[in-house]
């Protein structure tokens, strides 16, 4: 069987939004890996049910079943250590980065543009979207994207550390980009594939830091479905 | 003549409290390297004039001499390659942190601890730091000072990242710290020189992180001048 990955995706099955499954796309185009890249949608809990979790990326590798997108990237790094590292020295190194990724930009980034992702999904998947986010929020979809335009400088500030480094290395990797681009990269990528406003002004670091990214292995990125 | 290393003190010679300064205490211990720590105040700009810098840390190392604290940790695992690496791995990996603690710790840590530093300085630079800060901030101390109550909750939100990675390691480094704990760690070594407000919970696992940095090289950060 071919290396297969899910991932989430919108009613266009080539519509794929997570920032987590991209991780994986981009980890494994790192690695020179091949995967059958295998659309899935939020309501279909019962498809990885043999995986034994109810998200993704899931991913398939000959005997193996692995989620999570961290224990994916370590098990690749593990699996196949003759190819590119994506944890180039201490694992630990890129965790700092990791749980800046999860724990301050997704947070702030979903606010800018969860309101957009209801329309990208088929009408099952989108009143289970629309219910579960607006609990989260306590408030309407509608709500949420009313305070976008409000919200951006303080986005853009946050960004501060990404910019400080990707000012002065091409990527958080150094000369290479490594997984800590891939993650924080994923957050930008899920962006411009669900919604079309605005994150980054052209003369900001992390613009054209994200367009070395979308350049990446053939355009592996920047030639889906997005808005941008 | 021994390895020097310049640090800010205050009124009292052994309250040394520059989160920079702190780091490369650390990072000279961590390289099992000895050093004779010079105190320096803020208005003593012409003692540093042969380093070619008004600012500290500035280290003096037989024919060397360096200023910036990157610079010098840098130096230090070039110059001392057998002993402890402060970088392992590529030293990009560890940019991303040094740049959260420089854009997003220290600017959020200012505000709660600036206004007991003057008690802690001689006449003459307390003048100094307070119209510098008063300056900078563009209010008395006094009026910064009466914000913090209000604004720990963010600060203590904002240690996200690091919570994450400490509560699932020792140290940013992994099992032992290098100089992403060290960095960090200024910050807060900073703050319990020279100021009493109280900036953590005891249950929170940045806390206990604290506490191990301070247990490390005998006790070298915990035994000196401090609030607690």
Redesign the interface.
């Known amino acids: 069987m071919p290396r297969q990955l899910y991932e989430l995706a919108g009613e266009d099955p080539a519509r794929r939004f997570s920032p987590y499954c991209w991780r994986i796309r981009m980890a494994l185009a790192h690695k020179g890996l091949e995967a059958e890249v295998i659309p899935w949608r939020f309501t279909e809990t019962d498809r990885l049910a043999f995986a034994g979790t109810d998200k993704v990326p899931v991913l398939v590798d000959g005997e193996r079943t692995l989620h999570d997108s961290t224990v994916i990237a370590e098990y690749l790094d593990q699996e196949y250590p003759k190819a590119p590292t994506l944890f ?10 990791l ?2 990724t ?3 930009l997704h947070p702030a980034l979903v606010r800018l543009i969860v309101a957009d992702i209801p329309a990208l999904l088929d009408p099952h998947a989108r009143s289970y979207f629309i219910k579960n986010r607006e609990a989260r929020f306590g408030m309407t979809l509608a709500q949420v994207a009313a305070g976008r335009d409000e919200q951006l400088p303080q986005f853009r500030a ?1 960004l ?3 910019r ?2 990707v000012a ?2 091409n ?4 000369t290479t980009p490594d997984y ?1 681009d891939y993650a924080v990269f994923g957050a930008f990528q899920w962006a411009r594939c669900v919604s079309p406003f605005k994150l980054l002004e052209e003369s900001d670091p992390v613009f054209a830091w994200r367009g070395r990214m979308l350049d990446l292995f053939g355009g592996l990125a920047r030639n889906v479905p997005a808005f941008d």
Do not use: I, K, M
């Not at 180039?88 to 980065?97: E, S």
């Not at 990527?171 to 150094?174: E, I, K, P, Q």
């Open positions: 180039r020295g201490d694992p630990a190194a890129r965790a700092f980065t749980a800046w999860n724990a301050v946050l501060a550390p990404l400080h480094v002065a290395s990527y958080l990797g150094g800590a």
